[in-house]
């Protein structure tokens, strides 16, 4: 912008067009100028020195809030109003410019939401296990305890990407082979079944060993119950 002054604070050119200083001054006014030389100086003074610390403020600086451009604008124009004041003169446009960047400068500021990042999303957990469930004696029902097990299961392993999880399903020694590894491979199924309804999907795989393999040794015969279980492995 470049002005060209026609007299004593009578008329600039503004764009090409010549604007009366006294009407645009006008606009700029504020009730700072009701006020004596004396006390619009120290009012002057002390939105200058607010706009200065503002200006030095790590926090502003950083901040995403027009806060650092209004308190540059009215340290800039509370600077140019003390400049007048010195020599005698109440200088309308510079007392109107510094008092609106200072109101501006004061007013609370609202981050912009385009530059607020999300808060960071934990990522899921991946705890590989080996995970336990047991069942009744001949039963390969889910019991209300084996389900909390197994949604701790569910979320324990979802964090776990690409891997295979693998369900090996156990019975104790009562029963004949042939049924106890018939009775496991239905274990090992219902617990997949389980794990993939309740949002599970990694691959699964299920392998069954019968009575083979007690996490208790014991007679043939004898029922135990650590012995009628499905352990749950990410490989």
């Known amino acids: 912008m470049t002005g060209n002054w026609k007299g004593p604070l009578t008329a600039f050119a503004l764009a090409g067009c010549l604007v009366p200083v006294a009407a645009w001054a006008q606009d700029q006014q504020s009730d700072l100028m009701s006020l004596g030389k004396g006390e619009l100086r120290n009012e002057i003074r002390t939105r200058y020195d607010a706009a200065l610390a503002q200006t030095g403020d790590a926090n502003v600086v950083a901040a995403d809030t ?41 007013q609370p500021q609202m981050v912009s939401q385009e530059t607020v990042a999300p808060p960071p999303v934990a990522a899921a957990p991946c705890l590989p296990g ?80 019968g009575e083979s393999n007690p996490r208790v040794p014991t007679a043939d015969g004898v029922r135990e119950l650590q012995n009628r279980r499905v352990e749950i492995t990410v490989e």
């Open 66 to 106: 027009p806060a650092f451009m209004w308190a540059s604008q009215a340290k800039a124009q509370c600077g140019i109003a003390l400049g007048f004041l010195k020599s005698g003169t109440k200088d309308p446009v510079s007392i109107g410019k510094c008092d609106d960047a200072y109101r501006r400068m004061t």
């Open 130 to 209: 080996p995970y336990i469930v047991f069942f009744d004696w001949d039963s390969s029902l889910i019991s209300p305890d084996a389900a909390t097990i197994l949604d701790s299961t569910v979320a324990s392993t979802a964090g776990c990407g690409g891997a295979a999880i693998r369900i090996d399903g156990y019975t104790d020694r009562s029963g004949s082979d042939r049924y106890n590894m018939g009775l496991s491979t239905r274990r090992a199924d219902a617990v997949r079944d389980y794990l993939v309804s309740h949002g599970t999907t990694a691959s699964l795989s299920t392998q069954a060993f």
